[in-house]
């Protein structure tokens, strides 16, 4: 067997005993509406993507709610689509690992259209502009992570791309916002017709921050007479183009080689797992947890998919606020990145084998349920307990699922404000809570310190995980070492100062003593992280 749709017609039989779910739609009919007729294209080609939204969307199909697929489309790493989605004509196998130890084995097939994002690959290009001139398209969606919106670096110094871009205009722009813009540039010289822009990545107000970055591209090109006047104003219309907030979660760990062996075994070839020119670690296959949200705020003026009737929950923007707010800053993300952190720096390569760790697991329980719930506001769409009790007893201990710490780890620095820091606000404004209060959070942003030390409990060097201000904020401990507790801890002062960073600056608010403590104690030799957790940690969690 193979996984092409050839192969899941003549062997249709063999992949249903091996016990696939295989796309029962109408294959055919649904290829030609879609091209025909689309009404969403998805930018950003991951397993994020292929695990959720295309799954949803084949359910759909299945079911009979959707009669148009999912066109996709790359513009980071071109190979993802020529050398995974392209050789299985877009098909895809999602492995859902459930916590009891079963393996639910889907092939998604809702893809109808791949497509490179390259303004200078003209058939590839020329296809992007007829999909954003159709009237019928209704959305684009993203998942291009936080930093592909942005469009400026740390100094406020617009990226070299984005720079050209401004100066070229929307012809052959070079930037993936900017390659974005030109296409919805192609739809307002096509009769301004409506469009919703969701962003689905896993941030803060991540509408927002797509907006922005398309109104920068469209004043600059307005500004520099690249474009024609009333394309700015179409931009800012909302009858016209809306820029919806979403909150996301699911967790999708990259193809994990235990996964790709139970494939193996089901006899279907050519499932070995590729690393592009750009490090990315691509398969034919995703594996994923079985847990999955998806809550969009409901501005979408072409009309909108029935994705509520595969899960998906559409509802106002303060609700969704209030849901991002529940996940981000309390019942999901802090809790992953302390043991992120505290992974590294214990030496796991498993978060499932992190929560066998009863100081660990009793400390996202404290972070999560005794610091963070508090000055949570219920969404009421999701409860924040249920919430918290499935995170803490269901998915993150899930031995199933291969996610490590130090892909968790990654980007920290831009993290910790909102997964931290907007509780630590929420304490500040509370006249009944106190800041003084918050005992592991402190912890974990001490942790955080440690880990800039690239060296582990055991005195091991070790490598963090990628993160644009890695270097910066290391000179901060550059001159600190294991084995001593530090007496001048100054050098740390400016960066725990740092608003952008921690969220608040914690030296006006007085956390920043707590946090050098912490810092010195778990710099004072080899064994002193699991020392201060032993110290620190409850040994039982009340709830």
């Not at 996940?327 to 302390?338: F, G, S």
């Not at 404290?366 to 506001?377: A, D, H, Q, R, S």
Request: charged share 25%; glycine share 6%.
């Amino acid at each position: 067997m193979e996984l092409t749709l050839k192969s899941l017609h003549d062997d249709r039989d063999a992949f249903l005993a091996a016990g696939y779910h295989l796309p029962e739609f109408d294959y055919d009919t649904v290829h030609k509406n879609t091209v025909e007729h689309p009404h969403w294209i998805h930018f950003g080609a991951g397993n994020i993507f292929r695990a959720f939204q295309a799954n949803v969307a084949q359910n759909l199909l299945n079911s009979g709610v959707l009669d148009t697929g999912l066109i996709a489309a790359e513009g980071y790493d071109y190979e993802i689509i020529e050398k995974s989605y392209r050789p299985h004509d877009n098909l895809s196998i999602l492995a859902t690992l459930k916590a009891d130890n079963t393996v639910e084995k889907t092939i998604v097939g809702s893809i109808m259209e791949s497509l490179i994002l390259d303004s200078k690959n003209e058939a590839e290009y020329a296809r992007l502009r007829e999909i954003f001139k159709n009237p019928s398209l209704q959305m684009a969606s993203f998942t291009i992570t936080e930093k592909g919106y942005a469009t400026a670096n740390a100094k406020g110094e617009f990226f070299p791309a984005v720079a050209a871009d401004f100066e070229k205009g929307p012809e052959a722009p070079e930037s993936y916002l900017g390659k974005v813009v030109s296409l919805l540039y192609t739809r307002y010289t096509h009769g301004a017709l409506p469009i919703a822009m969701v962003s689905m990545d896993n941030c803060s107000h991540n509408g927002d921050k797509l907006y922005a970055a398309v109104n920068a591209f469209a004043k600059a090109w307005t500004d520099n007479g690249l474009v024609e006047a009333g394309f700015l104003g179409y931009v800012n219309d909302q009858t016209k183009v809306t820029f919806p907030w979403s909150m996301i979660d699911k967790i999708t760990p990259r193809p994990d080689a235990k996964v790709e062996a139970m494939l193996a075994e089901d006899h279907i070839g050519g499932l070995d797992a590729v690393v592009t020119s750009k490090n990315t670690y691509i398969a034919p296959f995703v594996n994923a947890e079985e847990c999955e949200y998806l809550v969009i705020e409901d501005a979408f003026p072409n009309g909108k998919p029935a994705l509520d009737k595969g899960g998906i929950i559409f509802t106002d923007r303060a609700t969704v606020d209030k849901v991002e707010k529940m996940k981000v800053c309390t019942c999901l993300n802090p809790l992953h990145t302390a043991l992120a952190i505290y992974g590294c720096l214990l030496g796991y390569t498993l978060i499932s084998e992190e929560m066998k760790n009863p100081l660990l697991k009793n400390m996202v329980e404290v972070i999560g349920y005794k610091e963070g719930l508090p000055v949570v506001v219920n969404p009421g769409i999701l409860d924040p307990k249920k919430f918290i009790d499935e995170v803490v007893n269901v998915r993150i201990p899930n031995p199933f699922l291969p996610d490590s710490p130090q892909r968790i780890a990654t980007d920290t620095s831009q993290k910790l404000s909102i997964r931290f820091g907007e509780t630590i606000k929420a304490y500040e404004a509370s006249p009944d809570l106190h800041t003084e209060d918050l005992k592991l959070i402190p912890l974990v942003y001490a942790g955080w310190l440690r880990y800039l030390m690239g060296i582990d409990d055991e005195g091991r060097e070790f490598t963090p995980s990628s993160d644009p201000l890695l270097e910066e904020a290391r000179q901060y401990v550059a001159d600190y070492e294991l084995s001593f507790s530090p007496k001048d801890l100054s050098k740390l002062d400016a960066l725990l100062a740092n608003e952008k960073i921690f969220g608040v600056n914690l030296h006006a608010i007085g956390m920043d003593t707590l946090v050098k403590q912490y810092f010195a104690e778990l710099s004072s030799g080899v064994g002193a992280v699991a020392a201060a957790l032993k110290k620190y940690v409850p040994e039982k969690v009340t709830l």
